[in-house]
Every structure is written in C-alpha cells, then in structure tokens.
Antibody, heavy 116, light 109 residues
Framework: EVQLVDSGGDLVQPGGSLRLSCAASGFTFNNYWMHWVRQAPGKGLVWVSRIHPDGTSTSYADSVKGRFTISRDNAKNTLYLQMNSLRAEDTAVYYC?????????WGQGTLVTVSS | HSALTQPRSVSGSPGQSVTISCTGTSSDVGGYNYVSWYQQHPGKAPKIMIYDVSGRPSGVPDRFSGSKSGNTASLTISALQPEDEADYYCCSYGGSYVVFGGGTKLTVL
C-alpha cells in the first residue's frame, strides 16, 4: 500500500527556518517525481515545488523561490522541504504528493504556522 | 504564474449533472494534456478524480468525467450524490511549473 507521511510542521517566528519531511513507503520511491503543495487556512491548494526522481532537477513557485529548497534521499525514501526566511503568508498545511498520472497519492499534511 | 480560473461555487440537486470549468492559458491548460482534478472534503487531503484531462483512476465512479477545449478544461459530475459535496480543484502542468485553480465549492442541494 502506498503511504506518504508528512512531518516537521511547527510554530516558527517570522524569519525563521523549518524542514519538512515526507516518508514514503509501499512503492519504488526513486521512480517518481515528487511535489509539495500547500493550503493556507480556509484557502485553496497552491503548488510549491517538485523534484525529479534522481533529485537532479527541481522547480519552484515564484512565491518561494530562493527561500525554499526541495530535496530527497532515495536511500531513505524521504522527501524534504527546507524552508528559510519564513513569512506569515507561508502559514499553511503542507502536503507531499506523488506524481503518477496526476498527483495520485498525498500525505496527510503537516501544519506550519509562522507567527511571533 | 496566475492561478487557473474556476467558478467559486456550483450547485445541483441529487441526480442532476453539474460542470465545473477551469480556464488557463496556452502555456498551461491549452499547451499540455496534463490537466487533473481533485476532490477535497473538509479536513481531508485532496483525492485525485481525473488525470491527463479525461483519465479516471481506479475506484473513481464513472459519473466523473473530464474534457478540454482550447485553454479551458471541464469536470462534469453526473447523477449527483450527497457525498459529492466538496471542494474541487483543477491543476495543470505548465512546463517548468504546476498551477492549481482557485477551487470550486460544490453544494448538493
């Protein structure tokens, strides 16, 4: 069974940093593109970033470019999102998702709150 | 890149059909056959309903169908059921980026 488990969300002050993790199981992790998608409270889904199966190619939404870094450890079947220079508008539930004919599998989400 | 444009809300009675539109540009919706649709119930993670414009994942009822014409994609839900009440999001690849629609709240009257 495919499983994605998001973790690492927390309350952080503006300007702070946080690293999110997404532990994958039930499939061959290094065969798939992976994405991060976020959802601010009461708002819609917003794409954040994606990474190639071998980690060599990445892309980002303009709103996070230069502040967030997506990465993966295929030996540990884990996806990461390093978030720096956090702003209040980054407050959201962050989901990881597997790319296979659309975003076919999603984690349960982890809440990041940026506030002083 | 701007979000894809969806109606904020649609509604229908049980048994009826509704269609949700999703308008992008020639750089995303119109340029690729990689439009997908997601259903999200409150407090839950999104669930894929349609991929690659009109593909239906295993387990998704055939009441759900997708199509595309030019820069606009559509999701049609026929024979509405109470459990279809949810938020629906379209999504498209745009080459170097991915973009979602703003979401549509479906109310089953």
């Amino acid at each position: 069974e495919v499983q994605l488990v998001d973790s690492g969300g927390d309350l952080v002050q503006p300007g702070g940093s946080l690293r999110l993790s997404c532990a994958a199981s039930g499939f061959t992790f290094n065969n798939y593109w992976m994405h991060w998608v976020r959802q601010a409270p009461g708002k819609g889904l917003v794409w954040v970033s994606r990474i190639h199966p071998d980690g060599t190619s990445t892309s980002y939404a303009d709103s996070v470019k230069g502040r967030f870094t997506i990465s993966r450890d295929n030996a540990k079947n884990t996806l990461y999102l390093q978030m720096n220079s956090l702003r209040a508008e980054d407050t959201a539930v962050y989901y990881c998702a597997r790319d296979s004919s659309g975003l076919g599998y999603w984690g349960q989400g982890t809440l990041v709150t940026v506030s002083s | 890149h701007s979000a894809l444009t969806q109606p904020r809300s649609v509604s229908g009675s049980p048994g009826q059909s509704v269609t949700i539109s999703c308008t992008g540009t020639s750089s995303d919706v119109g340029g690729y056959n990689y439009v997908s649709w997601y259903q999200q119930h409150p407090g839950k993670a999104p669930k894929i309903m349609i991929y690659d414009v009109s593909g239906r994942p295993s387990g998704v009822p055939d009441r759900f169908s997708g199509s595309k014409s030019g820069n606009t994609a559509s999701l049609t839900i026929s024979a509405l059921q109470p459990e279809d009440e949810a938020d629906y999001y379209c999504c498209s690849y745009g080459g170097s980026y991915v973009v979602f629609g703003g979401g549509t709240k479906l109310t089953v009257l």
